[in-house]
């Protein structure tokens, strides 16, 4: 046996170490261990250690406590996000529905109401005194309300409610278009030739006092002084096709003459109105004149319908070229056209009839040609014209009896219709309640009645099949030769 190894036997027979424990009994104690639960006295003690973050990798020398300057920075700007984390508190409306996040908007909204108010100085009280309406105020409030509920929905669109009242708050409207807005309204002046013929004269008055201001170039600015002029035109009354076209021609000419001078700009301009007067309107007129003539004959009995510029010329210089005629003239209400063109007849001394329109049967067995004016010559053919053409050449038509309808080619549209509700103007429903035939007052002014809708319509249009031919200055054309003029013309 070694001498650093002393075994010592023990009374039990076995074997004994240096602690003076047997096998048996060490063995007994490992198991013991096992088995006996963990204590914190024990040493294999366990501890319970809050989540730390993980330190930063050390630097690649080893040396404990030694952090690069990026290792630095990149902490404290992790130190400075978990302070603003922890500064920042979540909102609370993120856990809200939509109804109270209104609730609470509002509570707020009202809260800055409130604030205000108090705020704001304490205002004086005053008494209101309700004054009652005049008498003449209600009557008008009341003739509103009835002339509204009076619209037919078939022409709501050609209603307007822009009266010639308030035409006044237009402004830098020239001298000569407030008095030719006064004659429209009034109907002082009628038909498509004269309305032309002073809108174009009105035109030359404002080229004559027009002065451009500084930094401004002529043409431009006679344009937007033109063009407010025309809206005050138009609230009076509405254009005609005529003039619309004459407007037309006139700006076309006056973009040609921007590259001259102001002065021969203002010489040129009125030379194209004098032109286009002279030409479309006059020499026109002479050569349907001209055409018409070749046509009547003596012993002819002609029927005319209102009172046509065009239709007059041409009776006038048949009879002074020495022909024997009859002419007998129809007139409708309420307008009563025909009074002026049988007054211009008899003082030339042509043998003149005057009849109204509720006798046109009687007079048309006797008539061998009729002869209408036009307002304006549509592109399907249609011929608009004053209210009553389309019944005048629907009688002829049963008749057998030519149509020929005298029409310059400027009054030419590119419009199409074929009823007389999509486009048209509208008079006073009033004319059509007096008579003006008579001394006494007529029996519509007793028999009003709120129930009652009027309607006062002043064109209406024919159709191409009942109008033999359209005399032109160009040719003697039919109805659908239209376009064709249209697109020959510039």
Not at 266 to 293: F, P, R
Not at 431 to 453: C, G, I, K, Y
Request: proline share 5%.
């Amino acid at each position: 046996m070694d001498k650093g190894k002393q075994t010592n036997i023990s009374s039990k027979g076995g074997k004994v170490d240096g602690d003076g424990l047997t096998k048996k009994e060490r063995r007994a104690l490992k198991v013991q261990e096992k088995n006996k639960p963990q204590s914190f006295d024990n040493k294999k003690e366990v501890q319970i250690v809050p989540q730390i973050k993980p330190e930063p990798p050390k630097p690649a020398n080893g040396a404990p406590g030694q952090l690069s300057e990026k290792e630095l920075r990149r902490l404290e700007w992790e130190k400075k996000l978990a302070e603003q984390k922890s500064k920042t508190e979540k909102p609370e409306n993120e856990n809200l529905s939509k109804a109270e996040l209104k609730a609470r908007r509002r509570e707020q909204q009202e809260a800055q109401r409130l604030a205000k108010q108090q705020q704001k100085p304490p205002e004086k009280s005053v008494e209101v005194k309700k004054v009652a309406p005049s008498p003449i105020k209600q009557e008008k409030v009341e003739k509103k309300k009835i002339s509204d509920s009076r619209r037919l929905q078939i022409v709501s669109h050609l209603y307007s409610d822009a009266t010639f009242g308030n035409a006044i708050i237009y402004k830098n409207v020239h001298p000569a278009f407030v008095r030719l807005g006064v004659q429209y309204s009034t109907k002082k002046i009628l038909g498509s030739n004269a309305r032309a013929q002073a809108l174009l004269a009105a035109v030359k008055c404002l080229i004559n006092d027009l002065q451009t201001p500084p930094k401004q170039e002529f043409c431009r600015y006679l344009e937007i002084v033109l063009q407010t002029c025309v809206d005050y035109l138009q609230l009076c009354r509405p254009l005609a096709v005529s003039m619309t076209n004459a407007l037309r021609h006139f700006k076309t000419k006056l973009h040609q003459v921007e590259c001259l001078e102001d002065n021969i700009k203002k010489e040129t301009l009125l030379e194209d109105i004098e032109t286009y007067i002279a030409e479309e309107i006059n020499k026109a007129g002479e050569a349907i004149s001209l055409k018409v003539n070749e046509k009547i004959s003596n012993g002819d009995v002609i029927l005319t319908y209102g009172c046509s510029s065009l239709v007059t010329k041409i009776l006038k210089d048949a009879h002074l070229a020495g022909k024997q005629f009859k002419v007998v003239v129809i007139d409708g209400r309420p307008l009563l056209e025909g009074r002026t063109m049988l007054q211009r007849l008899v003082q030339i001394g042509i043998n003149c009839t005057y009849v109204q329109m509720n006798a046109i049967s009687y007079v048309m067995n006797q008539a061998t040609k009729l002869l209408l004016g036009a307002h304006a010559l549509l592109t399907n053919g249609y011929v608009m014209s004053r209210i009553g053409t389309a019944q005048v050449a629907l009688v002829a038509q049963a008749y057998n009896k030519p149509v020929l309808v005298c029409c310059e080619t400027y009054k030419f549209s590119e419009q199409v219709l074929t009823d007389s509700f999509v486009y048209n103007e509208l008079g006073e429903p009033e004319m059509l309640f007096t008579a003006n035939t008579l001394d006494e007052s007529s029996p519509l002014v007793t028999s009003r009645n709120e129930n009652l809708q009027i309607l006062n319509l002043l064109y209406d249009v024919t159709p191409p099949d009942l109008i033999t031919a359209v005399v032109t200055e160009l040719a003697i054309l039919p109805c659908t030769s239209a376009p064709v003029v249209l697109r020959i013309k510039p």
